[in-house]
């Protein structure tokens, strides 16, 4: 019996090779063992681990096979073996299966993630996945362009300013003091923003730019004066907004304990990149899967900083809108861990961000 399966997109041959149980078996043991200890690991403690008494001249041979095959490879003569990037991926994908986390942690996490702020929501949902998992959390909050509006207020500040204020429906504020002559006009503010709400809510702030310069355009008529003032007032508002993603890295010092990011070159690369947000937006937008986790492993990631990294992905929100959050680390990660830690803190930003 084999472990194939449906093709995935973008799989290599090697990916998609048949494996007997016998060198599955051998494989998951080498991986994970490789994962527990940063080392090599050789026929003997293979042999220690299998949950079937096989001979050490039966492992030798799978993992030559497993060689052969491009899955498994020495770093040295005398070492023991260990996962290439194919055989990782070949286990996250073939033998790793469905996880779930234990009753308890989901309730500890859900407990962790509930009520405050969009912004309190993501440092929380990135500290947890950097604790949790001994790698670099992160959550990313979509550009405001791109976010739904759920309402409009106008605030009467002086008699020469207005503040508009503009709801988002996953909770972001976006506020603007607006130079505007007037006094004793808040009623007149007040119909006027629920004018803009009415016309503008449900959807995104690009899209009210578009529609509040057109239709003022159209507003010529003296018997529309409210609706063009209105119109005015929003659109001087939405003229310069900051539209750059969010990006929430609550902590870095967990990556640290890892022992590939011992090497600084390799660190300050990383830190580099992430620090130029736009870098890890890219990245992130190339891979993301709308429907669920992903993982992508070296060199399938497009950023060469991400290159000797996983990440492991998932966006959340209605219609993955909202944002997407994940893990950074090593390649040799505990990726039955981390799966579904993210699955399942996705899962709780979008009840947060959807209530």
Not at 8 to 34: C, D
Request: glycine share 8%; net charge neutral; hydrophobic share 45%.
């Amino acid at each position: 019996m084999s472990t194939t399966q449906d093709p995935q997109p973008g799989e290599s041959k090697t990916e998609r090779a048949a494996l007997s149980e016998r060198q599955a078996e051998v494989l998951r043991v080498v991986v994970s063992s490789w994962i527990g200890q940063a080392a090599p690991v050789g026929s003997e403690t293979v042999a220690q681990l299998l949950p079937v008494p096989w001979s050490s001249a039966t492992i030798r041979g799978t993992l030559a096979e497993l060689a052969e095959l491009g899955l498994v490879t020495k770093p040295h003569a005398s070492a023991g073996r260990m996962p290439t990037e194919a055989g990782l991926r070949f286990f996250v994908s073939r033998l790793l299966g469905p996880r779930r986390l234990a009753r308890e942690e989901m309730r500890d996490l859900a407990a962790e993630v509930e009520g405050g702020d969009p912004h309190g929501l993501r440092r929380a949902a990135s500290r947890l996945l950097s604790e949790r998992t001994r790698q670099l959390g992160f959550v990313l909050a979509a550009p405001l362009a791109e976010l739904e509006i759920a309402r409009v207020s106008l605030v009467r500040l002086s008699t020469s300013r207005v503040l508009a204020v503009l709801v988002t429906r996953e909770g972001t504020t976006l506020r603007r003091v607006v130079a505007e002559e007037g006094r004793g006009d808040q009623a007149e503010l007040d119909r006027m923003a629920a004018s803009l709400s009415d016309s503008l809510a449900g959807g995104t702030l690009a899209d009210a730019r578009a529609r509040l310069a057109a239709e003022s355009r159209s507003l010529r008529d003296r018997a529309d004066r409210l609706r063009a003032r209105a119109f005015r007032l929003a659109l001087e508002a939405l003229a310069a907004p900051d539209d750059e993603a969010d990006v929430v890295i609550a902590t870095r010092l967990a990556v640290l304990d890892q022992p590939e990011f011992q090497d600084p070159e390799r660190l300050r690369d990383l830190f580099r990149a992430i620090e130029a947000r736009d870098r890890l937006i890219a990245v992130v937008d190339q891979i993301l899967d709308p429907k669920g986790v992903t993982v992508r492993l070296g060199d399938e990631l497009p950023d060469p900083a991400f290159r000797h990294c996983a990440l492991v992905a998932a966006p959340y929100g209605a219609s993955g809108t909202v944002g997407a959050l994940g893990v950074i680390g090593p390649s040799r990660m505990d990726y039955a861990r981390v799966i579904p830690l993210v699955g399942y803190l996705s899962e709780l930003m979008t009840e947060r961000f959807s209530a």
